[in-house]
Every structure is written in structure tokens, then in C-alpha cells.
């Protein structure tokens, strides 16, 4: 069983950055998929970025490539998150995930393990 609490969520203004983290506890973290996804107000919760267990192969969503960076410290049991350019639309609830099948991509139900979220608000 695997734990997952996200932070680093918060208000920054539109072309600016924050950094999210994921922290893991339980399970065997280093050999799972992990991914972002992210869920706007009366939408549905969509795929924003995934990472091998290995950290060797990264994958974005079209919206967010160029401008968001995922990597992984399986020492520390950590995914994180860089955000960089950041515009109102990216304002969401931010969920790590983690899958024990190292599956990465964007389907939300082939990932076990969710945290609760973070909120990221940018403004204009």
C-alpha cells in the first residue's frame, strides 16, 4: 500500500512558477509509473505529465509540453513537478498518482494510488 501527499500547490501570477512534490510512503515506490493529472472546476481530471519507474522516459500533455518538467528521486520517494510559464488555464487541482504496473501514460484508471491534491491557482 502505497501513500502519496502532494504540496507545493499555491497562487503565483500568470508566466510565473511553482514546483510540486509528490511524497511517497509504503510499497516498493522506486517500481512504479507515476504521473500528474489535474482536475479544473466542472471538468474532468485530465493527464498533465508521467514518469517511468527508471525516470528514463518522461511523457507530457500537449498543453503543458515546454513548459512543465516531471522528474523522480526514488532515494527520497519523490516525484516532482516544475511548472514554468504559467497561465490561468492551468489553474486545477493538482493529483500524483502511482501505478505498481509501471504504467505512465494518461489513462487515470490504470493508476492504484492517489494523494489528495494540491491547488494551484494562477492569475491574470
Known amino acids: 500500500q502505497v501513500q502519496l501527499v502532494e504540496s507545493g500547490g499555491g497562487l503565483v501570477q500568470a508566466g510565473g512558477s511553482l514546483r510540486l512534490s509528490c511524497a511517497a510512503s509504503g510499497g516498493t515506490f522506486s517500481a512504479y509509473g507515476v504521473a500528474w493529472f489535474r482536475q479544473a472546476p466542472v471538468k474532468e481530471r485530465d493527464f498533465v505529465a508521467g514518469?517511468?519507474?527508471?525516470?528514463?522516459?518522461?511523457a507530457y500533455a500537449d498543453s503543458v509540453k515546454g513548459r512543465f518538467t516531471i522528474s523522480r528521486d526514488n532515494a527520497k520517494n519523490t516525484v516532482s513537478l516544475q511548472m514554468n510559464s504559467l497561465k490561468p488555464e492551468d489553474t486545477a487541482v493538482y493529483y500524483c498518482?502511482?501505478?505498481?504496473?509501471?504504467?505512465?501514460?494518461?489513462?487515470?484508471?490504470?493508476?492504484?494510488?492517489w494523494g489528495q491534491g494540491t491547488q494551484v491557482t494562477v492569475s491574470s
Open positions: 514518469i517511468s519507474w527508471s525516470g528514463g522516459t518522461t
Open positions: 498518482a502511482a501505478a505498481p504496473t509501471f504504467y505512465m501514460g494518461s489513462y487515470s484508471y490504470r493508476y492504484e494510488y
